[in-house]
Nanobody, 118 residues
Framework: VQLQASGGGLVQAGGSLRLSCAAS????????MGWFRQAPGKEREFVAA????GDYRSVKGRFTISRDNAKSTLYLQMNSLKPEDTAVYYC????????????????WGQGTQVTVSS
């Protein structure tokens, strides 16, 4: 499956952004979809994941993950953004149920930059 993330940008602290990840290729609905992020000098970290039928796991209460299987699109609504949320955000697809380790995800998008100014 091919993934294309978009929606990043520059936003002031306290603002919101919605990231999107368009999928093509293999059947989107078969996969758990996840969001990760990587800040400069730091390891890639898990943000949220959602199963094909809508179960989800998130480590950021300010962020909401969702998906539209009919549109083969994954979303991440980010509210009350903070400067420490600045990172490149990646979407990913994997065959197992709501995994958090990055190695559980087989397919990755190219990333979209989110920058939060103070």
């Amino acid at each position: 499956v091919q993934l294309q993330a978009s929606g990043g940008g520059l936003v002031q602290a306290g603002g919101s952004l919605r990231l999107s990840c368009a999928a093509s290729g293999r059947t989107f609905s078969r996969y758990t979809m996840g969001w990760f992020r990587q800040a400069p000098g730091k390891e890639r970290e898990f943000v949220a994941a959602i199963s094909w039928d809508g179960d989800y796991r998130s480590v950021k209460g300010r962020f909401t993950i969702s998906r539209d299987n009919a549109k083969s699109t994954l979303y991440l609504q980010m509210n009350s953004l903070k400067p420490e949320d600045t990172a490149v955000y990646y979407c990913a697809a994997g065959p197992t149920y709501l995994p958090t380790p990055s190695y559980e995800y087989a397919y990755w998008g190219q990333g979209t930059q989110v920058t939060v100014s103070s």
